[in-house]
C-alpha cells in the first residue's frame, strides 16, 4: 500500500473558520457535473470547501453506489478551477489512499461506517502519520458512544484536525425529517468535547428543500461551527437524494437568511439580562422537577392498590385517555403534539418502573 505517512495537508486551518461552510453534491455523478456546480459555487462567494460522495453506502442494493475512483479527478479538476479544497467520504482503508492520492483535502467519516467500529478502526489505521482533517458523522441510531468511539479512535491515530458532523438519526415511525435531528444527543456532544468544531448537515436530516433554513437556523442558534450542505447543479435530476439538494443559487439565498449568532455575549447588559431569565428557567426546572416527583408518588400509591386487587400495570384504554386529555390541554398552551406525546411517554415508563417496583417487591 502507497504510504501517505508524514503527509501535511494545508487545510488544518480550514476548520478554524467559523461559520465554515461546505457544499457540493450528494454524488459525483459526471465531470461535467462535478465541475459546474463547483464553478457555482464558488461564485456565490460564501462556500470554503467543495464536498461529493464519491462511494455511495446505500442501504437497500439497486440504488446508485457512486461512481467510485474514477470520480476523484474530476473533484480535482473542480479544486483547480475553484481553489477550494475538497473532501469525500471514505469507509475503507483503500478509499482513503485513493483519496489522498487525488489530493483530497479533508474527509469525512460517514454515518453507516460511525456505526461500524472494524471500518472506523480500519480508516484510523490507514490515517496513522497523516494529517488532514476528518470529519465524523453521528452513526445512523441514536447511540452517542459508536460517535465518541469513532472519534476516539481517529484522534488515537494522531489527527489533530477533527470534527462533528451531526446529520441527526433515524427513527422508527414517521416524522417530518428523514433523520430525527434529537437535538438533546447533539447538545451532548458538544457538551463532551467542548473544544471540537461542530457542523450541521441539514440536507440528510431533512431529506426535502424546505426545512433546510429552518434546521440550519436551529443549529446556528445552538453555536454550531457551519455546515455541510448538498448542492447540485440540476437538483431533480440528481442521481441521489434529489429531493433535499439545492441549487448554489438557491443555497446562496439561504445563507443570506440566514441568522449568524455569536455565542459570547459582550455587553455586561446584556449578560444581565440572559443570567435573570436563565435563573427563571433553572427555578421552573426545579419546580417540574417536584411536580414529576409528587406524580411518580400518586403513580405508587395506585401501584400499592392495583397490587392488592391483583390488577395490571398497564392499562391501554386509561393511558389512552390522559394522552388525548394532555395533547389537547398541550395544544392550548402552545406545545406540539410531538413533545406532549414523547413527554408522556417518557413520563409514562417512568411510573410503570415505579409500580413495577411495588408490585413485585418481596415482603
Ligand atoms: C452523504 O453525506 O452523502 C451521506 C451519505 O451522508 P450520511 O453518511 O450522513 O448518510
Ligand atoms: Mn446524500
Redesign the pocket.
Known amino acids: 500500500m502507497e504510504t501517505f505517512s508524514g503527509e501535511q495537508r494545508e487545510t488544518a486551518t480550514l476548520l478554524q473558520r467559523s461559520p465554515l461552510i461546505i457544499a457540493g453534491p450528494?454524488s459525483a455523478e459526471t465531470e461535467e457535473q462535478v465541475v459546474e456546480t463547483a464553478l457555482r459555487l464558488k461564485a456565490t462567494g460564501k462556500v470554503h470547501a467543495l464536498r461529493a460522495?464519491i462511494w455511495?453506502?446505500r442501504t437497500r442494493p439497486g440504488n446508485f453506489e457512486g461512481v467510485g475512483a474514477q470520480g476523484l479527478p474530476w473533484l480535482q479538476k473542480a479544486k483547480e478551477l475553484t481553489g477550494l479544497p475538497y473532501g469525500v467520504?471514505v469507509a475503507t482503508a483503500k478509499q482513503l489512499e485513493e483519496a489522498l492520492r487525488h489530493d483530497a483535502d479533508f474527509v469525512w467519516i460517514?454515518?453507516?461506517t460511525t456505526a461500524n467500529p472494524f471500518s472506523v478502526q480500519e480508516v484510523a489505521d490507514a490515517l496513522q502519520g497523516v494529517q488532514l482533517p476528518v470529519m465524523i458523522?453521528n452513526p445512523v441510531n441514536p447511540d452517542m458512544e459508536l460517535w465518541t468511539g469513532a472519534l476516539e479512535r481517529v484522534m488515537k491515530a494522531g489527527i489533530e484536525a477533527v470534527a462533528l458532523i451531526h446529520?441527526g438519526f433515524s427513527a422508527y415511525g414517521h416524522t417530518d425529517f428523514r433523520n430525527a435531528p434529537m437535538w438533546q444527543l447533539a447538545i451532548e456532544m458538544k457538551r463532551r468535547f467542548p473544544g471540537l468544531p461542530f457542523l450541521i448537515?441539514p440536507s440528510?436530516i431533512c431529506g426535502n428543500r424546505h426545512l433546510l433554513q429552518e434546521v440550519t437556523q436551529n443549529a446556528m442558534d445552538l453555536d454550531y461551527d457551519g455546515l455541510i450542505i448538498e448542492s447540485h447543479r440540476d437538483p431533480d435530476q440528481a442521481w441521489s437524494?434529489a429531493s433535499q439538494q439545492i441549487t448554489p443559487e438557491r443555497l446562496l439565498t439561504m445563507l443570506g437568511d440566514i441568522v449568524w449568532r455569536k455565542e459570547e455575549v459582550l455587553s455586561e447588559e446584556m449578560h444581565m439580562h440572559l443570567e435573570k431569565l436563565r435563573h427563571q428557567i433553572d427555578r421552573l426546572d426545579d419546580e417540574l422537577l417536584r411536580l414529576l416527583h409528587d406524580r411518580m408518588k400518586i403513580s405508587e400509591q395506585i401501584g400499592e392498590y392495583k397490587k392488592a386487587h391483583n390488577i395490571t400495570i398497564l392499562q391501554t384504554e386509561r393511558w389512552n385517555q390522559i394522552l388525548e386529555r394532555v395533547c389537547r390541554n398541550g395544544e392550548k398552551a402552545g406545545l406540539s403534539k410531538e413533545f406532549i406525546t414523547q413527554y408522556y411517554d417518557a413520563i409514562h415508563m417512568e411510573s410503570i418502573k415505579h409500580q413495577d417496583a411495588i408490585m413485585n417487591a418481596h415482603g
Open positions: 450528494c460522495g455511495k453506502p467520504e460517514g454515518a453507516r458523522k446529520r448537515d440528510h437524494d
